[in-house]
């Protein structure tokens, strides 16, 4: 469990425990809550089995763990619209940067190469790079009803170990710098997978070199 997941599930605790009635963030509209000491650690035990089963079935960790706290914010109806939106302020935050966006389904994934990101063998985000990454963070500001999965790959050269630490290091450092500019990090959840998911061929250096890379997910936090 990485520090940004642990404080996730520790604030659906804090929020599980508050009383009251409470404004969803994206509708405006008020929800009267429950007696707030059973539903407070039923949604901290939700908040944990949420998790866990998230975890387990390879899906988004973040979310699931909102969704076991019965937290969220976005309804059915509102999802695809809000994340159009912000598909639509992505691509045009990221135009001519390097990175690439695609959309699959309701997620939609930024791909960034690890050549526009980080020195060779590196993990401190290039200067020249930290521009896009705040004009990011401005979008995600904006859009805050979302989970965002920050996943490091590497290619296959060097040892399982060594790519699997560099990976784990770049998407903690791209986390962090998310961090710094406002994101909170109940959103963020970042994880190395060293060499293990190649989306090209290793054999060649233009296929490690597009495994060499750093993919933000994002995904919109659902209502309960």
């Known amino acids: 469990m990485t520090k940004t997941t642990t ?3 520790c604030a659906a605790l804090s929020l599980g425990l508050l009383a009251g009635c409470t404004t969803d963030p994206y509708t405006g509209e008020g929800r009267l809550s429950n007696t707030a ?3 407070g650690i039923g949604a901290g035990v939700g908040a944990l089995g949420g998790y866990l089963v998230g975890r387990a079935a390879g899906v988004d960790e973040g979310n699931a763990a909102l969704i076991g706290a ?3 914010a976005l309804g059915g109806g509102a999802i695809g619209t809000y994340m159009d939106r912000q598909e639509d302020a992505l691509r045009r935050t990221l135009q001519g940067s390097g990175v690439s966006v695609t959309r699959v389904g309701d ?3 930024l791909n960034m190469p690890s050549n526009i990101t980080f020195p060779t063998d590196g993990d401190r985000i290039l200067p ?4 896009t990454l705040q004009a990011v963070a401005l979008v995600f500001l904006e859009y805050r009803d979302s989970i ?3 996943d490091g790959h590497t290619d296959s050269q060097g040892s399982d170990s060594y790519n699997l630490a560099l990976s ?5 450092a791209v986390a962090q710098y998310l961090a710094s500019r406002g994101i ?4 963020l959840n970042d994880r190395g997978f060293g060499e293990s998911r190649p989306i090209a061929s290793n054999a060649t250096e233009a296929g490690r070199a597009q495994n060499r890379r750093v993919e933000i997910a994002i995904s919109p936090l659902r209502g309960g």
Do not use: H, Y
């Open 37 to 39: 000491g059973g539903v």
């Open 184 to 187: 909170s990090g109940s959103r």
């Open 70 to 72: 019965g937290i969220g």
């Open 148 to 150: 965002i999965n920050i």
């Open 168 to 172: 784990q290091r770049r998407a903690g």
């Open 7 to 9: 404080g996730l599930i």
């Open 107 to 109: 997620r939609i994934i």
């Open 128 to 131: 020249g790079f930290e521009q």
